[in-house]
């Protein structure tokens, strides 16, 4: 009987085993040609395609609808000359502060920028008297979007709650949305 059971108990281990070496003799290898968006293999050297960044300057563009509600808006406008962005200047600062953006038409930087992010856990919206420093580098988060042909078609659609997000943030109107 003892023995019996031993080797219902030996089979069980071996059955699994095989079955996981055909699963993985039956899967197809990936082609480097299929790892890439660039159709080539891995190892070739092409070049990118060229992209366009908007030319048009500080004023003259169009901004872009809101890729998603509450999205960081994307740059419109040409960026030459404003970037790198360093510790001593940070020329998007003297367009977009929120006491000098109505007068040259610019966006103010969003009131969530002026806000601690540490308190929301706790529940709290604590204001800042200046801009958080973590906010300083723009370009960390807000892009120049270029003109380009996607290479991966994305079938995303935005549901935004409320149509005017499409063109402006809400955030920090909902900041303490899902927080207890
Ligand atoms: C000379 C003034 C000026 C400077 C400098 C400037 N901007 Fe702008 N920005 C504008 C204006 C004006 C607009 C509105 C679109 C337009 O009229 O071209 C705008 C639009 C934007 C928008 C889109 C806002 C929206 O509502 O969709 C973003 C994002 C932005 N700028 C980021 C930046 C960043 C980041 C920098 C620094 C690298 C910068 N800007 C420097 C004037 C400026
Ligand atoms: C850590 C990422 C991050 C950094 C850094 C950052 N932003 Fe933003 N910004 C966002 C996000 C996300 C939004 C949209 C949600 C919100 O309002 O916070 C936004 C919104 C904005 C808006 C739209 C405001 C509106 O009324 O719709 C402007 C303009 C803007 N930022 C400018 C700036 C400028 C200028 C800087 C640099 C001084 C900057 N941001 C730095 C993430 C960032």
Redesign the pocket.
């Known amino acids: 009987m003892i023995k019996k059971k031993l080797g219902m108990l030996m089979l069980v281990p071996v059955v699994g085993v095989s079955i996981f070496a055909c699963a993985t003799a039956s899967e197809k290898a990936i082609s480097s040609e299929e790892l890439s968006y660039r159709n080539v293999p891995l190892t070739v050297n092409t070049a990118p395609p060229p992209v366009e960044f908007p030319k048009e300057p500080p004023g003259q563009s169009k901004r872009f609808v809101r890729a998603y509600e509450?999205?960081?808006?994307m740059i419109p406008h040409s960026v030459e000359g404003l970037l790198p962005i360093t510790k001593d200047n940070?020329a998007?600062?003297g367009c977009?502060m929120p006491e000098v953006a109505k007068d040259v038409g610019a966006?103010?930087?969003?009131p969530?920028?002026f806000i601690d992010f540490f308190k929301l856990p706790e529940g709290k919206i604590v204001k800042l008297e200046n801009?958080d420093p973590?906010?300083?580098?723009?370009s960390?988060?807000?892009a120049p979007q270029a003109k380009t042909k996607p290479l991966v078609q994305n079938n995303f659609k935005p549901d935004y709650r409320d149509p005017n997000t499409k063109q402006?943030?809400k955030?920090?109107k909902n900041l303490l949305e899902g927080v207890k």
């Open positions: 509450n999205a960081p808006p940070n998007c600062l977009h966006t103010p930087i969003s969530t920028h801009l973590a906010r300083y580098n723009c960390q988060c807000h402006k943030t955030l920090y």
